[in-house]
Structure formats: structure tokens, C-alpha cells
């Protein structure tokens, strides 16, 4: 045990914030999170050959795929009185970063695989050969993925701000 | 001659993945394409946003719900607990099994060929995969045709993967599975609550049109039924009449061909 947590510990910042750039909502992304620890410690001893990293990363996202799917077909419903905290919040980097917020917003219309390569990829600094086994499709696969998705960000940002602003209340 | 850049040798520019040699060859490439060079910075730029944005997650001390340390501890204590749970669970089976266990003809019994046999085969692919949570399924495709056709090839013979969902259950995706009767193939759907439910088809040399039959090994229940040589098995941890009204709903959509 003693192993695992000195593998597990310093990567859960990072699973945090994967989740958080996948989910859209800090408090969704920490129960999946927790979800994934709580399997992480209970199948530890089965993680065959697997770096750690890809192993605790690809449980993570298969969690998160599923609650997505979830979302998809249920719809966000959200208490009133956490809407000030969750949704609303802005938070501290936003301010000074408003190009940051703008990718974030246009993010959310890519689909959840893309998405995936492109926080892996481009946040959590893995190899296209991590992203591959992680989500499980070919390195090809993950080339043409993240190709689409950063041509589909780069549109969404390109067009005219009124546009922009019809985009993000759709969502 | 030089490799001609390609759109993988951009990607791996703006994400550092170059070798210094082919680094070159790209900057030099880029140096004289300006419409190839404002696509690289602007995607250098959405990748460094998104890191900017994402960071104060990754920054603030994590909440103590998310302490490894807590959840090994926690863990270790339910273990202990339910270590004894399972000895007094075991003393019971053992005197129920010994008195009752020749009512039952459960999966336990070892048939040879047929539908039964393909129910067994069926459970014991659920036993294996339906608990996987890292890799339950080899494909993963996007329509249920294209899981569909790898079927039919798997068992060579016309296989159909039905949709679920109005009980409930997408799909996730399948793999090829061996039996002792060829290969089959076995696909596997979820609900909102992330129960399993897992389908397996394979050719039936026995048993070529067969009513559905009932199956059941511990508290997994299956059904199994075969029509123009395809045989159908569907397993999962429901009660047996709520899966029976599913596998009719699934028996419905897969006519004979």
C-alpha cells in the first residue's frame, strides 16, 4: 500500500484536472475522481504491466465518459441555490485570462473523444502513444482526432463575437 | 530525398513530439507557408489557454475526500468487515447447498452442446468482462451495424446486435470471445446506473431453433434462445423476469434472416 501511495499521491491534482476540463464543473470532476480512487486501491494488485500513470489515467476517463453519457441523456439538472457556485462562479484565473474562458466555452461543443485527446495531449503533456492506449484507439486515431478538434476551436474562435455568444447559450 | 511534411509532422511541432533534425524541417517548411504557420501558433496558443485556464485545479490543495490515504484506510476497515460477511455467508450456502442443491439444474451442471451450453459459455464471458472496468470491451464502434458486421465475421454467419434502449441500456462496444463450440462474439450495454448486461451470439450445430430458455448461476440470470443456426444468449444480474422481458424485446428485433 505503501507503494501505491507514493504512485497515486502525486498525480491527483492532475486527475483533478483532467476531470475538471472533461466535466465543465469542479464538483462533478471530484466525484469522479474519488470514484477512480476507490478503484484504484481496490484493483491496485491488478494493474498488471501498465504504467501507473496510463493505468489510473484510463480508468479516469472511462468514469468520465460514462457520466457524460449520462449528462447526454438526462440533461444538467442543477439544485437552485448551487447555481451560484457551480455554474456561475468565475474562477480566479478567469479574469485575467479571457482567451483561456472563450477555449474552455468552445471545448464543451467538441465531442467527449476529442475533448479527451486534446486535455491529454495538451494539458497533461502525455505522448500520443499514452493518449492511444488511455482511449484505446490507434495512435492514427488519435492524430486525426486531435487534428479535427483543434481545427473545430480554431473556427469556433475565428468567428464573429455575436456568433460566439449564440454558441454558448445553446450549451 | 526529404519526407514531405504532412499534417502529423504539425501536430508534433506544436506539441514538442519532434526530433531536433525533423524540427528543422518543419520550422524551415513553415518558414515559407504562412497560412500553415498561423494555424501552428494559433493552435501553440489554444494549447497554452487551456493549460492557463485549467491550472488552479491542479493548484489548490485537494480536498481531503480525495486523500489516497483516507480511501486505503477505508478501505482496509470494509475489508476486514466483509471478510467476515463472506464466512457467515459461506456457512449458509454450504447447509442450503447441501440440502437443496439437487432441485436446482443450474448452470452448474455442465451440458455439452445447445443452448445451454451456450448460456454457460455467455455467463462465464459476463463473470469475465462485465466486472473489467479498465478494458470490458476490445471495440468500441460508433453504430451498432458496424459491431454488427465484426460479429458476423467473428462467427461467420448473419448476426444482429439489437438497440436496448428503450429498456434502458446503450450499447459499449464488443470482443471476440473463444467457446468450446467456435468463436463467438460478445457485446455489452449499460444503464444509468452502471449495471451490465452482456449479449454473446455464436452458430449452434445443436439446438438450431430454439425457444428461450432460462439459466442461472448465483444471482446472474440468463436468457438463451437460437433461431436459423445463430444462437442468442443475454446475462446480467437482474431478476429474471425483468431480464426475460428484455431478451423478448432483443428476440424481436433479431428476426431470422
Known amino acids: ?171 | 530525398m526529404r519526407r514531405p511534411i504532412c499534417e502529423d509532422d504539425l501536430l508534433a511541432f506544436v506539441d514538442g513530439a519532434l526530433d531536433d533534425e525533423r524540427r528543422f524541417e518543419v520550422e524551415t517548411y513553415l518558414a515559407s507557408d504562412d497560412r500553415a504557420m498561423s494555424r501552428v501558433s494559433t493552435y501553440r496558443n489554444q494549447s497554452a489557454a487551456l493549460r492557463q485556464s485549467l491550472d488552479y485545479v491542479a493548484r489548490e490543495p485537494v480536498p481531503s475526500r480525495l486523500n489516497i490515504r483516507n480511501i486505503v484506510d477505508g478501505r482496509s476497515r470494509r475489508r476486514l468487515f466483509s471478510a467476515w460477511q463472506v464466512a457467515a455467508a459461506a456457512t449458509v450456502f454450504l447447509a442450503i447447498g447441501g440440502t437443496c442443491g439437487w432441485i436446482s439444474r443450474d448452470l452448474t451442471s455442465m451440458p455439452s452442446a445447445g443452448v445451454a451450453a451456450l448460456a454457460i459459455e455467455a455467463s462465464a464471458s459476463y463473470q469475465a468482462f462485465a466486472g473489467d472496468l479498465v478494458r470490458p470491451v476490445e471495440f468500441r464502434p460508433d453504430t451498432r451495424d458496424e459491431l454488427a458486421i465484426l460479429a458476423s465475421e467473428t462467427i461467420g454467419g448473419p448476426a444482429r446486435v439489437p438497440d436496448l434502449s428503450a429498456s434502458g441500456f446503450r450499447l459499449m462496444g464488443g470482443r471476440v470471445v473463444p467457446t468450446a463450440h467456435g468463436p463467438g462474439f460478445m457485446w455489452m450495454y449499460d444503464d444509468d446506473k452502471g449495471t451490465r448486461l452482456v449479449m454473446m451470439t455464436r452458430r449452434m450445430e445443436v439446438d438450431k431453433d430454439s425457444t428461450m430458455r432460462e439459466a442461472k448461476k448465483g444471482n446472474v440470470n440468463a436468457w438463451t434462445w437460437s433461431q436459423a443456426g445463430i444462437g442468442y444468449s443475454m446475462v446480467s444480474a437482474k431478476s429474471a423476469p425483468e431480464l426475460k422481458s428484455i431478451a423478448d424485446a432483443a428476440k424481436a428485433q433479431i428476426l431470422p434472416i
Open chain 1, 1 to 171: 500500500m505503501e507503494e501505491l501511495i507514493s504512485q497515486i499521491e502525486p498525480m491527483i491534482p492532475a486527475l483533478r484536472r483532467y476531470a475538471r476540463g472533461l466535466l465543465g464543473d469542479i464538483d462533478t470532476a471530484d466525484d469522479v475522481v474519488q470514484d477512480c480512487l476507490e478503484k484504484v486501491v481496490a484493483h491496485w494488485s491488478r494493474r498488471k504491466n501498465d504504467d501507473p500513470r496510463t493505468w489510473v489515467f484510463t480508468i479516469l476517463h472511462n468514469l468520465a465518459a460514462n457520466k457524460l453519457r449520462q449528462r447526454s441523456r438526462r440533461g444538467i439538472s442543477v439544485d437552485i441555490d448551487d447555481v451560484q457556485d457551480t455554474l456561475f462562479a468565475s474562477e480566479p484565473t478567469q479574469d485575467r485570462n479571457l482567451f483561456g474562458k472563450e477555449v474552455l466555452t468552445a471545448m464543451e461543443t467538441l465531442p467527449e473523444d476529442q475533448k479527451g485527446i486534446l486535455l491529454l495531449v495538451s494539458v497533461e503533456d502525455l505522448t500520443y502513444g499514452e493518449a492511444s492506449k488511455i482511449l484505446r484507439v490507434p495512435v492514427g486515431t488519435v492524430m486525426s482526432r486531435l487534428s479535427r478538434a483543434r481545427e473545430k476551436l480554431r473556427q469556433a474562435l475565428e468567428k464573429p463575437k455575436a456568433n460566439r455568444a449564440n454558441l454558448r447559450s445553446v450549451k
